[in-house]
């Protein structure tokens, strides 16, 4: 579903991503995992033609990602893309912004984008904020509102850039959780993340980037577990410095923290 060859990114004559090649299947989870600046999130710009990227090629559902494309807007509609900040309309409700791509990109009547757009909310546990507006709701409920803006759209992949990093450390379960259900129901999802509790539960695949590249590349067991890059050990030591999270040891081996 999504095939990345060689592909290369700059900012400034500073390389970003140096010859990253992974595809995704469909269905499959895959997690990438690795420290701030390593390219992952430009990688995911990158899928969605948000930034061009200068050698290599980009496919998803067998066309290639180019900006001035003349289908990529159509592409756009096949892989929705879930962001760090909700980017939600402040002045729409929770219902209004997951109808707005139904009506006006895929010009739905209005009745039916309302239709499934509650059934959406519902779906994410907010089926009593229809009528909310953003700063009515908690950080944790503007991201379920900005997973279903992203389903509303029947997208065949979705994109995660961090889509937890900016909430409150209560808060960031009910996202998993609504991920969790999208992992069960066969949603093909690439999913930048520093939950490593979660990769491990839900990844078919965890991918660690470093400085561009990526380093270490298997099952969520192996890489989180019996990682073999001393770079990636590092980095799962220093995640577990941060986070009390319990399902991989300061030697990325799984178990309680030391």
């Known amino acids: 579903m999504i095939e990345i060859t060689n592909v290369h990114k700059s900012f400034g004559g500073v390389p970003v991503l140096q010859g990253v090649s992974l595809n995704v299947r469909q269905g499959e989870v895959v997690c990438l995992i690795g420290a701030s600046g390593s390219g992952k999130s430009t990688l995911l710009r990158c899928i969605n033609a948000l ?9 998803l559902l067998g066309e290639r990602v180019e900006q001035r494309a003349r289908h990529i807007n159509q592409l756009r509609t096949q892989v929705g893309m879930v962001f760090q900040r909700f980017n939600l309309f402040p002045h729409r409700t929770a219902l209004e912004n997951v109808m707005e791509g139904p009506v006006h990109v895929k010009r739905l009547a209005r009745a039916d984008a309302q239709r ?9 546990g907010l089926g009593h904020k229809l009528h909310a507006y953003p700063h009515q709701l908690s950080g944790g409920q503007q991201q379920r509102v900005a997973i279903a803006r992203s389903l509303a759209m029947k997208p ?26 999208l992992a069960r129901e066969g949603m093909t999802m690439l999913v930048v993340t520093h939950e490593m509790g979660f990769a491990r539960e839900v990844a078919d695949r965890v991918c660690f980037l470093h400085a561009g590249l990526i380093i270490e590349e298997g099952t969520a067991q192996q890489v989180l577990g019996s990682p073999r890059e001393p770079r ?27």
């Open 232 to 258: 990636t050990r590092e980095f799962l030591r220093h995640v577990l410095t941060h986070r009390s999270d319990t399902q991989v040891s300061p030697d990325g081996i799984a178990g309680a923290a030391a």
């Open 156 to 181: 065949k992949a979705i994109l995660f850039d961090e889509p937890t990093s900016a909430l409150d450390p209560e808060l960031v379960g009910e996202v998993l959780n609504v991920m969790r259900t």
């Open 116 to 124: 499934e757009a509650s059934e959406l909310l519902d779906k994410v």
């Open 51 to 59: 930034e061009s990227y200068d050698e290599g090629e980009i496919r």
